[in-house]
């Protein structure tokens, strides 16, 4: 609602005419949201002659002030590219196929990492855009040069992401559910009941993940394919240069004055640099059309890898078709 003409002229007021007197044209402008004001996307508030407060400065949404001492390039390292895609994921699975997947990796040191939530009442249906988008950005990068590792149907697993530990790609593409909660709307979902820390309560959804989200006997060995913010936090992703979470909600959580908690902390915390999110859920189609919009701009020869100016052509692009803001304003980069 801060979008609409309706409200945009007094958050404006609010937010940034005690600013605009200091502050040239053509600036960059870093700044760190705190409590509600993480739901507000600062460059895509509108003017009234119709363009964005973004077309006139360069704004930089940061986690912490402390990120202003990092040298955060926008453009993507030189080095071996190397990128793990998650997308098209299979949330049923068979036991005996999770138990065959499983074995592929050796996670004996991280599974204490697993909380003891396999309980469950709804259930995540297959997003059917993400496998489109996973593909397409996949030939995008390997057009490249870039190593990709796709992780699609029964391989997006819970063992899979956590194998990254220590060994993280350049850039983590993640298509697929996220989901966030109070506790007061926790208490109505028996798979959440009894836990009230936000990093609890805030991840992401992978393959296999309906059987421990149903509340349903996992086969020895297994991990449920609900993937928590506190597991995330816990693991090391400082190769990560740039995750881009294609899953709703993954912008949200817990606002307090120490930040977000929630998946946005959860990756911070694991070391990985740039983070591409969504402070509210878009549908599958436009998220798909946003992607890779993304990609294609950032492999383009007009970005060359830039990927603030890629991210900001990739919202343009979905605007001119969208022009609701609640299809392109939901989309937010943040170092």
């Not at 294609?246 to 930040?259: D, L, M, P, R, V």
């Not at 694991?270 to 798909?288: E, H, P, Q, R, Y």
Request: glycine residues 8%.
């Amino acid at each position: 609602m801060y979008y609409n003409q309706d409200y945009a002229p007094e958050v404006l007021k609010l937010l940034w005419e005690p600013l605009r007197a200091y502050i040239a044209e053509g600036s960059t402008v870093y700044y760190v949201p705190s409590q509600l004001l993480f739901q507000v996307s600062l460059e895509s508030l509108p003017l009234a002659d119709g363009s964005l407060l973004g077309n006139h400065y360069n704004f930089v949404r940061l986690s912490s002030a402390r990120e202003l001492v990092k040298a955060q390039s926008p453009v993507l390292a030189f080095a071996p590219h190397s990128a793990v895609l998650y997308g098209g994921l299979q949330y049923d699975i068979q036991p005996t196929a999770m138990i065959e997947e499983a074995k592929k990796y050796d996670l004996t040191d991280l599974l204490v990492m697993r909380g003891d939530m396999v309980r469950g009442d709804s259930v995540f249906c297959e997003l059917p855009g993400s496998k489109q988008e996973i593909m397409q950005i996949e030939s995008l990068l390997k057009a490249s040069k870039w190593q990709v590792t796709p992780r699609m149907g029964m391989e997006g697993t819970e063992e899979s992401f956590l194998s990254m530990h220590g060994n993280a790609p350049q850039l983590l593409q993640i298509a697929t559910h996220g989901f966030y909660y109070t506790p007061e709307r926790a208490a109505h979902v028996d798979y959440l009941k009894g836990y009230s820390d936000a990093m609890m309560l805030s991840g992401i959804v992978l393959s296999g993940g309906n059987a421990a989200w149903r509340g349903k006997e996992l086969p020895d060995g297994v991990l449920g394919g609900i993937l928590t913010a506190n597991n995330i936090a816990r693991l090391d992703l400082s190769g990560t240069e740039m995750v881009v979470l294609s899953a709703c909600q993954s912008g949200q959580g817990k606002a307090t004055s120490e930040g977000l908690y929630g998946l946005q902390r959860a990756f911070k915390k694991a070391g990985v640099g740039t983070m591409v999110m969504a402070l509210w859920s878009v549908s599958d189609k436009v998220a798909t059309e946003f992607m890779t919009a993304f990609y294609e701009q950032l492999a383009s020869k007009q970005c060359k890898w830039n990927k603030r100016k890629a991210f900001e052509n990739a919202k343009s692009i979905i605007r001119e078709k969208y022009p609701d803001p609640y299809y392109w304003a939901a989309f937010v980069m943040l170092d």
